[in-house]
């Protein structure tokens, strides 16, 4: 089985930043992609960023484009979310994901990601 563990999560100001580190592991771990949902409460789980390792290509959500950074490493299985000029609508539980490439229809698609970290809140106060 593989493991994803998350830290970095915590409380915060407005304008303020965090940085949340992931890491997946397990026996002949490999991923497609991995990346960062979250999910306030009332609210469906959204796509905030990810990286697909082939071509290092990053993808992130409009909400988040200008303010939030994925970087990784690979060969680690490490992924890593700063985040920056955090607003009170950051607020949310913030999920690492990896994706084996299959099934997988969308890099911004919760389905596309088999394995999920336990989720690390992330409270930004205004």
């Known amino acids: 089985q593989e493991q994803l563990v998350e830290s970095g999560g915590g409380l915060v100001q407005a304008g303020g930043s965090l940085r949340l580190s992931c890491v997946a592991s397990?026996?002949?771990?490999?991923?497609?992609?991995m990346g960062w949902f979250r999910q306030a409460p009332g609210n469906e789980r959204e796509f905030v960023a990810a990286?697909?390792?082939?071509?290092?290509?990053?993808y992130y959500a409009d909400s988040v484009k200008g303010r939030f950074t994925i970087s990784g490493d690979n060969a680690k299985n490490t992924v890593y979310l700063e985040m920056n000029s955090l607003k009170a609508e950051d607020t949310a539980v913030y999920y690492c994901?990896?994706?084996?490439?299959?099934?997988?229809?969308?890099?911004?698609?919760?389905?596309?990601?088999?394995?999920w970290g336990q989720g690390t809140q992330v409270t930004v106060s205004s």
């Open positions: 994901a990896a994706a084996r490439g299959y099934p997988f229809t969308a890099l911004a698609a919760p389905v596309s990601y088999a394995y």
């Open positions: 397990g026996r002949t771990f490999s991923s497609y992609a």
């Open positions: 990286i697909r390792w082939s071509g290092g290509m990053l």
